[in-house]
């Protein structure tokens, strides 16, 4: 395929018939000789980590159009819509209404956080209409200990959880019956979990981790 050196290399999704870890070195070694070859490489796959591993710019497409296009990380940062923040990642979505906008951070009113949500948007909103604030299950700090009332605070008791090596990924249920999904980092070599099924726990993030969506 590449013996003429094209300016340009299609690859079908190239890596979905191979397991999973041989699938990530393959990975690194189509980085590898894109970078030696020199040419582009347009790689077509539904794998949304293969995408952010091996992409310079990711185009999302939707119903045959591209609805955003850009960096790994500001995909994946900064989606424009709430159908791409879905796409690429985990995320929870809150909706609500625009109960302030100004200096840059937006507040919103939610029947699912009492003390409201809040998140650093750039553009002035219109009060009362309506907007989705997107954070990831990563940017979610969990305590076990009460937390003070404020904006983006949420209390809650875990429903289930999963351990991944590297990460553990909680489910919590907070008012409503809503489930939202918070990941910690293993950074020790801890075995027995120090939060497990049911405990009361708070869930807290910072303005700038969130962002306004407003489609």
Known sequence: TIAPRPRMLLLDEPLAALDKKLREETQFELI???????MTFLIVTHDQDEAMVTADRIAVMREGKIVQIGRPAEV????NSRYVADFI??????EGLVAGSE?????????????GLAAMHDEALPLGST?????????????????????NRLPGRIADYGYLGDWTTYLVEIEGG???????????????RPMGCDDQVWLSFAPDAAVVLVR
């Open 178 to 192: 809503r489930t939202i999904r918070a990941a910690r980092a293993n950074d020790s070599r801890l075995v027995e």
């Open 103 to 115: 200096e840059g951070l937006v507040s919103l009113s939610t029947p699912q956080a009492p003390q």
């Open 89 to 94: 990642g985990e995320v929870n979505l809150f």
């Open 131 to 151: 907007a989705w604030i997107a954070v990831r299950p990563e940017k979610i700090a969990l305590s076990q200990e009460p937390l003070p009332p404020g904006p």
């Open 32 to 38: 590898s000789l894109q970078q030696r070859l020199g």
């Open 76 to 79: 994946y940062e900064q989606p």
